[in-house]
């Protein structure tokens, strides 16, 4: 396999837009052709991702509508990834891959999501068809729900009081917010407190308003080149280290909620290839989009020993100048999720940061960063080391 | 390979109350709700097996906000099989207001019920419920 790089970057806004797809996917598109000193016509194939544009906007196949907005070549496949809130990851992960193996030199990945336009009862209902549909949506599980299965799960394994578990599930999303606050980008940008946590709205039990991510609308997109082919293009291309990708399937089958296995193989993968631990990563942009999930994710990445992870960011370790900065751009929970473009905005993300690019957010002396993204019910994980 | 028990005979099954699983002849694990084969060693040489229908609650939330379609709140449950396998489903004949961490570890036979406003082509479906003994 050739050496790797992601040259330029591009996102949008995180939030509520009036913007359709297409349009949100070609201001990220064209930010990150335009930063990567190329132009349209030089990229050879499009990984596009996107979830439920025909749910949002009676929209299938929207891939070569996105190469069509963005004048790629015709000669260029555009091909459209769906893995559930995993699905720009697993679009960059193949494209990765098929630039490394030498089939193409200089190609376009990313997402586009509007979430916002379903309203809460339809996206919440939409977000659930990533669920099994025989078995476990047909039960009225929703994603709260699931990550809330695995909160009281965590607390009876571990034999932590559920009061004492959600203060620390708390502080994940001050953390986040925190970080978010510097984020111009961010959905959310302002910090909150444990009290706004705990005092907010019960979506699932135990988990209120506040330890769930926000819907969102937004797009992201980078330019993947053969790493002779970036050094070219620009003056500091982020090398792909290593990648992984694993798959969970039914809850049923997972059992232990608490040990994230498609995540435990998927970042094995990642960093076999790499050539490195966990003590290697100096920044993480990871899938916090329940509160829970940000503690099993630090756990099965390999931070924290399992049932160790849950105080994490009340000790401050995984804060901005803490031992391993956790989601600086604000995570899911404060940047927002619009899942088809959500894999996409964490590359650009650690990009920035090893750029040394992040402002008030930058984490010092970063070298190596690792994005992390979960597709359904713990249903695919897919994992992205990248290094300056 | 003809698939050996399949979703509409797992419905049959559940609305005369049995739950019809698998039983691998190779490795012996039970398989339940069923699949294309065998959930530990991927083995396709399975034989049809009756669930005896009771299990202990492994983990539960109170559904709060609803997909559309659907009325909260309501109790999702996993629970295990003393056959081994997980399932998830509905704990019912409880008060969801009342239902807390006390319920893990508590044992439940299991049943069913019909599921209507499913997002999913299988309108009208049987879906597991649990309720305690």
């Known amino acids: ?388 | 390979m003809e698939y050996r028990v399949t979703y509409q005979q797992y419905q049959q099954g559940l609305e005369q109350g049995e739950f019809v699983g698998l039983k691998c002849n190779e490795c012996g694990a039970v398989t339940f709700p069923p699949l294309g084969v065998c959930r530990k060693c991927s083995g396709t040489n399975l034989e049809q097996t009756q669930m005896s229908g009771m299990g202990i609650v492994k983990t539960f939330t109170v559904i709060r906000v609803p997909p559309e379609g659907m009325k909260a709140p309501y109790v999702v449950a996993m629970v295990k099989l003393d056959e081994g396998p997980y399932v998830t489903g509905n704990l019912v004949g409880i008060d969801p207001d009342k239902t807390d961490m006390d319920i893990i570890d508590k044992r439940v036979k299991l049943g069913s019920q019909v599921i209507d406003g499913n997002a999913g082509p299988e309108n009208k479906q049987r879906v597991l419920t649990f309720e305690l003994v």
Not at chain 1, 31 to 46: F, Q, R, T, V, Y
Not at chain 1, 75 to 92: D, G, K, L, Q, Y
Not at chain 1, 105 to 133: C, H, I, N, Y
Not at chain 1, 321 to 334: I, M
Request: overall charge negative.
């Open chain 1, 1 to 388: 396999m050739r050496e790797v790089a992601v040259c330029g970057v591009g996102m949008t806004k995180f939030g509520i837009s009036e913007k359709t797809n297409l349009e949100m996917f070609a201001e990220a598109g064209i930010e990150a052709i335009e930063g990567s000193n190329i132009e349209p016509k030089d990229i050879e194939a499009l990984f596009f991702g996107n979830c439920l544009g025909d749910f949002e906007e009676g929209q299938l196949h929207m891939a070569p509508f996105a190469a069509a907005e963005l004048g790629l070549p015709r000669s260029a496949p555009a091909t459209r990834f769906e893995s559930a809130c995993a699905t720009a990851t697993v679009a960059i992960r193949h494209a990765a891959l098929l630039v490394g193996a030498g089939v193409y030199d200089v190609v376009l990945a990313g997402g586009t999501e509007r979430a916002t336009k379903m309203g809460t009862p339809l996206a919440t209902k939409t977000f659930a068809m990533a669920s099994q549909a025989q078995h476990e949506s047909a039960a009225g599980m929703t994603f709260p729900g699931v990550f809330a299965m695995a909160a009281h799960m965590y607390a009876s394994k571990y034999g932590i009081a559920l009061g004492e578990l959600k203060r620390h599930m708390a502080e994940v999303s001050v953390k986040n917010h925190y970080h978010g606050s510097m984020n111009p980008k961010a959905h959310f940008q302002k910090e909150i407190d444990v009290d706004t946590v705990l005092s907010g709205m019960m979506v699932a039990d135990p988990l209120q308003l506040f330890d769930c991510c926000p819907f969102s609308d937004g797009a992201a997109a980078v330019v993947i080149a053969d790493a002779a082919k970036a050094r070219e293009l620009v003056k500091k291309p982020i090398y792909i280290a290593g990648t992984g990708q694993a798959y969970g399937g039914p809850l049923y089958l997972q059992e232990d909620l608490t040990r994230v296995r498609a995540r435990e193989l998927a970042s094995k993968q990642a960093y076999r290839e790499a050539g490195l631990s966990p003590e290697d990563i100096d920044v993480v942009e990871l899938h916090d989009c329940f509160t829970i999930a940000e503690i099993l994710a630090v756990e099965s990445m390999g931070f924290y020993e399992f049932g160790k992870g849950f105080d994490a960011a009340t000790k401050g370790e995984t804060r901005l100048k803490g031992r391993v900065v956790v989601n600086p751009s604000g995570g899911l929970k404060a940047k927002g999720h619009p899942i088809g473009a959500t894999g996409a905005a964490q590359v650009t993300e650690i990009v920035e940061q090893l750029r040394e690019e992040s402002g008030p957010r930058q984490v010092e002396g970063a070298r190596v960063g690792m994005v992390d993204t979960l597709g359904g019910d713990f249903g695919t994980v897919c994992n992205i080391i990248l290094r300056s």
